[in-house]
């Protein structure tokens, strides 16, 4: 059998859900060439409400199921999962490359003479010492809101990335925290949530800047391949198959329609 060029093997995007589309929307605008598998957790959604460790062991359970199906490289487009779990799965799957994500804290931070950053992100992100050493990099140049967003990827993952009921869960989410202040900058600290950008942005007002780290991400990835001479080189567009933990296929059904939103 013929074997296949390992540049043309595809990059494996993961997330808990529904999240990481919005960062392999990016990785297809940076990297069109490339060919992608999707896989979407939703069957261990939410990952953000869960103990560390078991988020671990499931991230590691899905990247060597993708390297077993022939990825080059794995993308975690979730914020949590690379939290708890990139160093120790970069360890152990050495000869793959690993891009992990994390909350865009730093432009948030510099976008303004010490701003006031709201940080929204996962319960399990914000208790994890990764994040917090972050934080502790920029203290002195902004004043942070941190935000643990309970019930928004619940909603992101039936589908509800609009209206009234995620005006209701934002508000009732950020009103507590923000209690009439206003921010200068808010950092999307979760993937699912980059869905839900402008209802967000109408939330804390024009004013206010939104970042996320989606393009960062798939210029990291693109960095990573060169320097290990892995991009496909082949022109054309790559081919794309979305997969999803659950039996549902609704999911998928939802996966393509956020994908061309
Ligand atoms: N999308 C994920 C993130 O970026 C996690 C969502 C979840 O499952 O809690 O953090």
């Known amino acids: 059998m013929e074997e296949i060029n390992i540049c043309e093997r595809p990059i494996a995007v993961i997330d808990s859900g ?21 896989f979407g957790d939703s069957a261990n959604a939410p990952y953000g409400e869960k103990d560390g460790d078991e988020v671990k062991e499931i991230t ?6 993708l390297s077993e199906m022939g990825a080059k490289a794995v993308v975690i487009a979730c914020n949590t999962a690379t939290s708890v779990a990139v160093r120790e799965v970069r360890e152990k799957y050495k000869n793959i490359p690993i891009i992990g994500m994390e909350p865009a804290v730093k432009p948030a931070a510099m976008c303004a003479k010490h701003p006031t950053v ?18 502790s990099r920029y203290e002195d140049k902004a004043d942070f809101i941190n935000v643990p967003c309970h019930g928004l ?34 950092v999307l600290g979760c ?16 004013n206010a800047t939104v970042f996320d ?42 996966s393509n329609k956020l994908l061309n939103k």
């Not at 709201?118 to 934080?135: C, D, G, H, N, Y």
Request: hydrophobic share 40%; glycine share 8%; charged share 25%.
């Open 18 to 38: 529904m999240g990481g589309l919005s960062v392999l929307k990016v990785l297809r605008e940076v990297l069109p060439g490339e060919n992608y598998i999707y």
């Open 60 to 65: 590691d359970r899905n990247i060597a199921m």
């Open 153 to 186: 990827v619940e909603l992101v993952e039936k589908g509800v990335v609009e209206g009234e009921e995620m005006d209701n869960c934002l508000e009732q989410i950020l009103t507590p925290y923000l209690n009439g202040r206003s921010v200068d900058a808010v």
């Open 213 to 254: 780290g989606a393009l960062g991400t798939a210029r990291e990835t693109e960095r990573r391949l060169a320097e290990m001479g892995l991009l496909n080189q082949s022109h054309g567009k790559g081919n794309l198959t979305v997969l999803n933990s659950s039996p549902d296929p609704r999911l998928i059904e939802l």
């Open 118 to 135: 709201l940080v929204m992100a996962t319960p399990l992100t914000l208790m994890r010492e990764k994040f917090r050493s972050l934080i």
């Open 191 to 206: 993937t699912h949530y980059i869905h839900v950008k402008d209802s967000i942005q109408r939330f804390v007002g024009a």
